[in-house]
């Protein structure tokens, strides 16, 4: 479910930590937190502790079967779409582009919250997020990947 003032947050969360054009970045006093907010459902993001400068944001409302998936593109993205990898699991998914900030596009897909990706991920695996041949990294979390997969599972 796609909320307009959530993605807006998103995309200015995410351009905090983006660089022009982005690179892989993984700062070592970022780290998973897991929230859930009124009326925009569960949310696992990826960044500075208590900053809006944010790498990945997943998604969903509870229950729904399904995530999704945020993230910031180059200007120049000519390829809407993302892959997910995670202890040897990887798939490509279809994203669609909305407003970032700036010239910086954000992409968001959809993914099946069963999805053996996102299984992988909950099991304590690290999650590899790629866009535009740019791939980053970021450690696992079992106990909030865990939690939030099985929140989000129908």
């Known amino acids: ?9 998103i995309a200015a969360a995410l351009a ?4 022009h054009p982005p690179q892989p970045y993984v700062a070592s006093d970022m780290g ?33 079967g399904q995530v999704r998936v945020a993230t910031l593109a180059a200007a120049d993205n000519t ?9 040897g699991r990887s798939a490509r998914f279809a994203a669609e582009r909305a407003p970032g900030l700036g010239d910086m596009p954000l992409l968001e897909a959809s ?3 069963a999805d053996p990706v996102l299984g992988q991920f909950a099991r304590g695996g690290d999650l590899a997020v790629e866009v535009d041949g740019r791939r980053s ?6 106990p909030r990947a865990r939690a939030f997969v099985a929140a989000c599972r129908a």
């Open 111 to 113: 993914v099946r919250a």
């Open 137 to 142: 990294a970021l450690p696992g979390d079992a």
């Open 79 to 87: 390829l809407p779409g993302l892959a997910l990898s995670s202890r």
């Open 16 to 19: 905090g930590c983006a660089q």
């Open 1 to 9: 479910m796609r909320h307009p003032f959530a993605l807006g947050l």
């Open 32 to 64: 998973w937190s897991l929230n859930t907010v009124d009326g925009e459902g569960l949310k696992l993001a990826y960044g500075e502790p208590q900053s809006d400068r944010v790498l990945v944001m997943l998604t969903c409302e509870p229950g729904s």
